[in-house]
């Protein structure tokens, strides 16, 4: 039986709007009235993964970060997983060696040293998901997220690494296919760190044991749920830990096609509001069988 449903945010939960559309709203609700437990699963920082969640009227734990962090329903953290001070700053040199512009998220917030470069990384997230978004609206909603102080710019980073905050993950960009090929081998020789990405032309990089299919283990277990009896939805690499995780997963319509070969089933696109369509789909078949 489905127990849990375990979705992601962006190009998943997420329309074309950036906002929880109304059937899917009302499929969760479907979902937690008939005792499911419904969880978020995203890369997005706490600050910025829950604003649309409490705009579509909706009380949900949310793993953030790519699994560094889980919170419940008031916020509270109950996980953590951050990288060590050394490892950020060996991260940090790797990536300014090869010349490549990266962000970092931590416990107190998000930091970048160039604003306009992080406008662009966040576009290529959004038209990841979104191709057909006129790009005006994708740079207003970006720059939106400064704007809204969901982003500080510092001069160093090593400022921040020199500070008591936890660094949870590295967002890495570059137009570049082989910068981005250089960037995961360089990374992968330092050992103990996970590399996925939510867009085209990003690495995103968190502690090894910082992933969102661990951090999901955890929290089933912690709720006496077999992993069997978990649903995740997702539409891109930094969702796979959680599909293998899972006993139903399932892919977006809009996910790479690789990504959907690894899940046992297709829905529709986000835009199609495709996690309420599988929602539907898969609690009802579970109730025939």
Not at 47 to 59: H, Q, R
Not at 235 to 255: E, Q
């Amino acid at each position: 039986m489905i127990k849990l449903i375990a979705s992601d945010m962006d190009g998943t939960l997420l329309n074309g709007s950036h906002e929880v559309g109304q059937e899917t709203i009302q499929a969760i609700k479907e979902a937690k009235d008939a005792g499911i437990e419904v969880i978020i699963a995203t890369g997005r920082s706490y600050k910025e993964a829950v604003l649309p969640i409490k705009d579509a009227g909706l009380s949900l734990p949310l793993i953030v970060v790519n699994g560094a962090e889980i919170r419940d329903t008031e916020g509270k953290q109950l996980y953590k997983k951050g990288l060590s001070a050394e490892k950020a700053e060996a991260t940090a040199n790797a990536l300014e060696k090869l010349d490549v512009y990266f962000e970092i998220y931590t416990e107190n917030g998000t930091y970048t040293n160039h604003r306009e470069h992080g406008i662009q990384l966040l576009i290529d997230i959004f038209l990841t998901s979104n191709p057909d978004t006129p790009l005006p609206h994708v740079k207003e909603e970006a720059e939106n997220r400064y704007d809204d102080g969901h982003v500080h710019v510092v001069d160093d980073y090593h400022d921040v690494f020199n500070s008591s905050e936890t660094v949870y993950k590295f967002l890495a960009f570059s137009s570049k296919p082989e910068k981005l090929k250089q960037v995961k081998e360089a990374l992968n020789q330092m050992g103990g760190l996970a590399i996925s990405s939510s867009g085209k032309e990003n690495l995103e990089i968190t502690s090894v044991d910082a992933q969102k299919g661990l951090a999901l283990e955890w929290y089933v277990n912690q709720r006496g749920i077999k992993t069997e009896d978990v649903m995740a939805i997702g539409d891109n690499y930094n969702d796979v830990s959680m599909m293998k995780l899972a006993g139903w997963s399932v892919a977006m319509g809009n996910a790479p096609k690789d990504i959907q070969q690894i899940c046992k089933y297709t829905t529709s696109t986000n835009r199609e509001e495709g996690v309420a369509k599988a929602i539907r789909k898969l609690t009802e078949t579970e109730a025939r069988v």
